[in-house]
């Protein structure tokens, strides 16, 4: 009979005090039907005072990006440490122009932009708790977000 590994069964059955964490903090799933609809919004807005004329996001971005995130959430929700190598090089893209918003669009823009940059940034962090807090943040925002 093999020795029974404590510390094995802990992680196996994620019954660890950080996957205990991540329980907590993973509790609001984004909608990704609401985020893909965001995007695309996005991507049709234009900052009245940007000089180039380019839109908040890319649209060949949103396919990737909506990719990316659920990649992040489901390597959260099973605690695989590979997926912040997986998104290192190739993490979801942000809005960009944001600076160049007028009040009204940034009034609109500006919560999103911060949770959508967390979740982009998170990929360097190689931490399981700091990346169910920026899910659960881009969630919240994707809830409220009115299209």
């Known amino acids: 009979m093999e020795d029974f590994n404590l510390k094995k069964f802990l992680v196996e059955n994620k019954l660890t005090a950080n996957s205990r964490l991540l329980?907590?903090?993973?509790?609001n799933p984004i909608n990704y039907e609401k985020l893909k609809q965001i995007l695309t919004l996005a991507s049709n807005t234009?900052?009245?005072?940007?000089?180039?004329?380019?839109p908040l996001y890319e649209k060949g971005d949103i396919k990737h990006s909506i990719k990316a995130i659920m990649t992040l959430a489901k390597g959260v929700a099973d605690?695989?440490?590979?997926?912040f190598d997986k998104?290192?090089?190739?993490?979801?893209?942000?809005?960009e122009g944001v600076v160049?918003?007028?009040d009204v669009q940034d009034a609109k823009w500006e919560d999103f932009d911060m949770?959508?940059?967390?979740?982009s940034d998170i990929a360097y962090e190689y931490d399981f708790?700091?990346?169910a807090i920026a899910l659960n943040g881009l969630a919240r925002?994707?809830?409220?977000?009115e299209l």
């Not at 234009?46 to 380019?54: A, I, L, R, T, V």
Request: glycine content about 2%; overall charge negative.
């Open 23 to 27: 329980k907590e903090e993973a509790t």
């Open 46 to 54: 234009f900052p009245e005072d940007d000089e180039d004329g380019s």
């Open 79 to 83: 605690e695989d440490e590979d997926v």
């Open 87 to 95: 998104l290192e090089d190739n993490p979801p893209a942000t809005l």
């Open 100 to 102: 160049n918003l007028t």
């Open 115 to 119: 949770a959508l940059s967390m979740v």
């Open 129 to 131: 708790y700091d990346a």
């Open 141 to 145: 925002e994707v809830d409220k977000f």
